[in-house]
């Protein structure tokens, strides 16, 4: 039935005028696999990137700068039945076995002058909210934007690209797939609603995270050295457009506007292959969600570092690629997170008694992704990624545990303590790798499969909630349609 | 620090506005843009500012005859080419372009001198001159340097070959060997003697080409 469904969805896309293809190439005229590497949505080919850094103002600018694309979705967790409430309202399967229409963007921007040029992305999640008395209520908001001013000058002896871009997310900028705004983007829908695909899996991320406010310059030299700055703020006030559809209680708030982001890359072709080396970070003075700002006591210091590589081979009808990212994340916590009434003060350990260790001020992280693709005449594709976030024990983690209060010995009972995404240890560890077949029969539709596969989830490979759940049992199958317009 | 950041924001839309240079226009649909800089700003992101391009995805403009360049550029805006190297890439970045502008673009890319290209082993070299210099007899294959010249430098809307790369050329002659993707050229009946091995063995001694200082 879902499979029905997905394929008849495909078959429609197919139907679609084969002249009307997304935005940027209906600035250009060209097909997809010009920027994007055998066709892979967001991957960019060398030409890509210089058509992103040089402010995506190649090309005529068009009449009606708008796309849109959709992904339709289904999924299927290994095990279900170790959950109070599988698929009841709130229930932690409520989507599961459910062929859904997941979420759809709209792109406006491309070229606006010979320097300036836009990608702005809205995006609509029709499951965004799962409503107590059952149901979803959709929900919208800004998603990526990047407007950016940029030139070029060539000489003899130089080939500089200078820009400036004012944007909503540390790295959405970066014109490499293994940058955190970017990575993460197979299509991935409404990731509230399936907890387990690959897309909720660990991947490297910036501190900020998205729709927050910055200003970032950057040069690329002689398709060598790629240097970028930036720093970051709330996006209130004259920026609010960049959080609009966010409520304040979603507004990530962060102090002051010196919350910088750095990047640094080297990059090299030869015959039909690039590789591009670099690093990254990111520091956010971010007040806990939904809490008063005025309050210093609510301010918590995130801190990203990052080291990550790519390398392409694209010779048709072959694209290759291997990526690798790795990401180190300090994380302060506020005052009031720490002294608050979100530290799990009332848990003990298994016997029943002996209280757990006190809560730790600050906790690292880190984690890291590889993948490798390859994609034959930009139409049949497949992948391997593997997936590892390790990181400090912190009680302040522990989202399920032993209650001394009418239970004993192993049998828990605290009310606080949660089914499926509990985490009974304190430790983030989450190990695993996804497998993804895909096809795509026509350049803006894409049809793929992918199965991820844990080893550890939560601190543990066996009940890691505490309720007996292991991490195998999260393993999911996901299918997917995508299509743009 | 908001002051910065709105000197930067008001700055971008300034610079925008205001300093916006047709000198380094990406703009392709504009018939002012002067090709030297179309060529420099859009053109060697693939084929190389000095049309030496890096990725054999691409061809090599450098030296390539100016006759050749504009009959091609005319091809794929006119989309009578239309080999996925052609309609791909090409007919859109051409679509908009002036007579002038590709008479400009041919003149660019044919003063470029042509740099070594990687070499191939010495017998497929060999094997790839006879082929080049005296034909395939036997299939009554003409010799390629007939049209193509002695230093494989081509000739008006005959290509230049020389240090070009071989997965192009050998990708173009199964073009013209299978399809009818670029019509009215003698290549495809050429293209129709030749086996792979050939194909390979005369593309890789081009590619290799000795360039005579």
């Known amino acids: 039935m879902a499979i029905q469904l997905l394929i008849s969805l495909a078959t429609l896309g197919i139907s679609f005028d084969a002249s009307a293809l997304p935005l940027f190439a209906r600035q250009t005229g060209q097909n997809c696999v010009a920027c994007h590497a055998g066709g892979q949505f967001p991957e ?21 700068p708008l796309s849109i694309m959709g992904v339709a979705t289904y999924s299927k967790v290994s095990d279900t039945s170790k959950s109070d409430n599988p698929f009841g309202p709130q229930g932690d399967f409520l989507k599961n076995e459910m062929p859904i229409l997941a979420t759809g963007s709209a792109f406006l921007g491309g070229k606006i002058t010979d320097n300036i040029g836009a990608f702005i992305q809205w995006t609509y999640d029709n499951y965004a909210v799962a409503k107590p008395e059952g149901g979803f209520a959709g929900h919208s908001n800004m998603d990526n934007v990047d407007i950016r001013y940029a030139d070029r000058f060539v000489s003899p002896s130089r080939d500089l690209i200078f820009g400036v871009s004012l944007n909503n997310n540390p790295s959405v900028t970066d014109p490499w797939n293994t940058a955190a705004a970017w990575m993460q983007y197979v299509p991935v829908p409404s990731p509230s609603s399936y907890q387990f695909i690959d897309g909720a899996a660990p991947f490297p991320g910036n501190s900020s995270g998205s729709n927050v406010a910055g200003v970032s310059t950057y040069i690329y030299l002689n398709k060598l050295v790629y240097a970028e700055l930036g720093t970051y703020r709330t996006a209130n006030g004259v920026f609010s457009p960049l959080s609009a559809g966010l409520d304040n209680a979603n507004t990530t708030n962060l102090q002051g506007a010196d919350n910088p982001y750095w990047r640094f890359a080297l990059t090299h072709e030869w ?11 990111n520091i956010a003075h971010i007040y ?3 809490t008063d700002i005025s309050d210093p006591n609510n301010l918590g210091k995130i801190k990203s570092t990052g080291v990550d590589a790519q390398y392409q081979y694209i010779l048709d009808p072959h694209t290759i690629t291997a990526q690798l990212a790795y990401m180190r994340q300090e994380t302060n916590y506020s005052v009031n997170t720490l002294g608050g009434a979100t530290a799990p003060t009332t848990f003990v350990l298994a016997d029943g008694v002996t209280p757990v260790a006190p809560v730790n001020n600050s906790d690292t992280t880190n984690t ?26 912190n009680t302040l983690n522990q989202t399920s545990g032993y209650d001394p209060v009418g239970c004993g010995g192993t049998v828990i009972c605290n009310a606080s303590s949660i089914r499926v995404n509990g985490n ?3 430790n983030p560890a989450t190990r695993g790798m996804t497998y993804e077949a895909f096809w795509t029969p026509v350049q803006y539709v894409r049809v ?9 989830f939560n601190g543990a490979s066996d009940n890691y909630d505490g309720f007996g759940r292991n991490a195998r049992d999260n393993n999911t199958l996901f299918l997917y349609v995508w299509g743009a317009y | 620090m908001k002051k910065i950041v709105l000197t930067l924001v008001a700055g971008l839309v300034a610079a925008g506005s205001g300093c916006s240079s047709i000198e380094r226009s990406r703009d392709l649909a504009n018939p002012d843009v002067p090709p030297a800089v179309t060529a420099v700003q859009v053109c060697s992101i693939c084929h190389g500012i000095d049309g030496n391009s890096v990725s054999p995805n691409f061809p090599r403009l450098a030296g390539q005859q100016p006759g050749y360049i504009v009959s091609q550029l005319t091809n794929f805006r006119g989309q009578q080419r239309s080999d996925p190297a052609g309609f791909e890439y090409m007919w859109g970045l051409s679509r908009h372009l002036a007579d002038d502008q590709i008479n400009g673009l041919a003149d660019y890319f044919s003063k470029q001198a042509a740099t070594p290209n990687a070499p191939v082993d010495a017998k497929l070299m060999a094997a790839g001159k006879e082929i080049y210099e005296n034909g395939l007899p036997a299939k009554e294959a003409p010799p390629c340097i007939a049209c193509h010249g002695p230093k494989a430098e081509g000739l008006a809307n005959f290509p230049r070959l020389a240090n070009q790369h071989q997965d192009y050329m050998i990708k173009q002659l199964q073009v013209f060997k299978r399809t009818d993707q670029r019509p009215n050229t003698p290549m495809t009946q050429v293209a129709h003697l030749m086996s792979p091995e050939e194909m390979e063995a005369v593309t890789g001694y081009l590619q290799s080409f000795p360039i005579e200082k």
């Open chain 1, 44 to 64: 960019l080919t060398p030409y890509g990137r210089s058509f992103k850094l040089t402010g995506y103002t190649i090309g005529s600018r068009v009449a009606v």
């Open chain 1, 271 to 281: 015959g039909a292959h690039n590789i591009m080396v670099g690093t990254s970070g």
């Open chain 1, 288 to 290: 806990d969600a939904d």
């Open chain 1, 368 to 393: 890291l992704r590889a993948k490798l693709s390859y994609v034959y005449q930009a139409r049949y594709g497949g992948s391997l990624a593997y997936f590892n976030k390790t990181g400090t024990t």
């Open chain 1, 424 to 426: 009974l240890s304190g």
């Open chain 1, 448 to 456: 793929g499969v992918q199965y991820t596969a844990y080893s550890k």
